[in-house]
């Protein structure tokens, strides 16, 4: 199977009241992790890399990589590029073969988000790719981007639907009180403004800071609309404390694929620990 756009995906995902699991993957063991684990799971699968991971390993060894696992697998996979500003590295990801991309103008004027939104959303849409923008600000840090507490701020409910009528862009990401990040606190997530929001917009909503959310808070934004689920710093935390107990127990050990192989059995576990709570389990047969 090839790599397919993500917006299919997560119409179905909203028509039927689950979210599909986007994880942040930032090597070929994260990578094979999470498609085993979806797999396993019997749910669809959204592999996604930051603007960062981009520039480490190249977007063309990233999507052979997601392409080699899509067509060995029976699961549809999408690959995502995450909270991308810069227009010229969206084109170069979508020349490799990434089949969702996010323009993210959140920190401009409503103006100037819808213009470079519906710009992209032009290009991908001709090219059956998906797009995603964020409307507010969430806060915390994303790779470069880091937007302080007080900098924070939630989207307007009506905006978001003219944001959506304006540009035609098929999936959202509404700040609604979550971080990137691990929570220092409980989060503070404005449940009655995720259900306006889908209220005055049918498409998929998508949410960011998925790290650390309570598991019953999660379920509660899925059944107001959220479709998507991105899942980061978990992720990469369990990576690299699995390394870090595996070289404190076993100091001398020099072979990769000895401390990868439990680096990458921790992360699998988390991802199908992510998807049934999501409810995307058995959703592919």
Known sequence: MALVSSTPLLVEAREK???????????????????????ESGAPLILQTT??????????????????????????????LDHCQDFNLI????????????????MHSFETNVNMTRKVVEIAQALNVNVEAELGKVGGVEDDIKVEDHMASLADPE??????????????????????????????????RIAEIATKTKVPLVLHGGSGIPDVQVKRCISLGMAKVNVATELKNAFSESLKQYFAE?????????YMTKAKAAVKQLAKEKISICGAAGRIR
Do not use: W
């Open 51 to 80: 603007t960062g991971t981009v520039k480490h390993l190249g977007a063309e060894y990233i999507a052979a990589a997601a392409k080699t696992a899509a067509a060995r697998s029976h699961i549809p996979i999408a690959l995502h």
């Open 250 to 258: 076993h100091p001398d050990e020099l072979d990769p694929r000895s």
């Open 159 to 192: 905006e978001c639907r003219k944001f959506v009528e304006l540009t035609g862009v098929p999936t959202l990401a509404p700040a609604i009180g979550t971080a990137h990040g691990i929570y220092k606190g409980e989060p503070n997530i404005d449940f009655d």
């Open 91 to 106: 084109l170069k990801c979508i020349q490799a073969g990434y089949t969702s991309v996010m323009i993210d103008q959140s």
């Open 17 to 39: 009241g689950y979210a599909v699991v986007a994880f942040n993957v930032h090597t070929l063991e994260m990578l094979q992790a999470v498609v085993e684990a979806a797999e």
